[in-house]
């Protein structure tokens, strides 16, 4: 199957899709993945209609983020495709003074089921982070910061200050987990 401009466009269109988390969107959020999709991120890895439930959660919590998208590079074979979508995550606890800015990657594993593309798996690479301070700086407990790579220390101390631990080490640029998340991409890619 050679991929049309429709194929290309459906793919883009579940990549912005994610503004569905921000506006709390649930059921329109959950159209983006099959039943079966899974999500690994820094606060959340499983099912992604678990994730749906843990979202609304951190919706009524302290915690408010948002992501700005842009436009994916995508990877054909079939009726499969692997997408790699620049993102910035931005999030911000009101309470504790503190938010951050981080820049990350979705790569993303999708299926065409049905003649419906939809994300099967979803995992993200944190490129680099940086704290801010909206209402003026606040201080920043270093022993806890020092727990994560850097390039996304900013975004994890955010989450576990406000309820939703970092249970794990995530893929970061060029790290050895992004070269074993990609070859294990491609291998599904080709399958």
């Not at 079939?78 to 800015?101: P, Q």
């Amino acid at each position: 199957m050679t991929p049309t401009l429709q194929d290309q466009q459906d793919i883009a269109d579940l990549m912005n899709g994610w503004i569905h988390r921000d506006l709390s969107q649930w059921d329109q959020l959950l159209e983006l993945f099959h039943d079966d999709g899974t999500i690994e991120v820094t606060w959340f890895e499983g099912i992604f209609s678990q994730f749906v439930e843990g979202s609304k959660k951190m919706g009524g919590s302290d915690l408010v983020t948002k992501h700005l998208i842009a436009s994916p590079v995508i990877t054909f074979n079939g009726n499969r495709a692997i997408a790699e979508t620049n993102a910035m995550i931005v999030g911000e606890n009101v309470k504790l003074g503190i938010g951050c800015s981080n820049h990350n990657r979705f790569y993303d594993l999708i299926e065409k089921r049905d003649g419906v593309w939809r994300i099967v798996k979803r995992q993200s690479v944190y490129d680099m982070g940086t704290f801010t301070f909206p209402q003026g700086l606040v201080e920043i407990d270093q022993s806890i910061v020092a727990k994560y790579p850097r390039e996304y220390a900013p975004l994890a101390y955010l989450l576990e200050q406000s309820g939703f631990p970092v249970k794990r080490i995530f893929a970061t640029k060029f790290s050895q987990l992004e070269k074993e998340m990609k070859a294990e991409g491609l291998a599904w890619l080709r399958a």
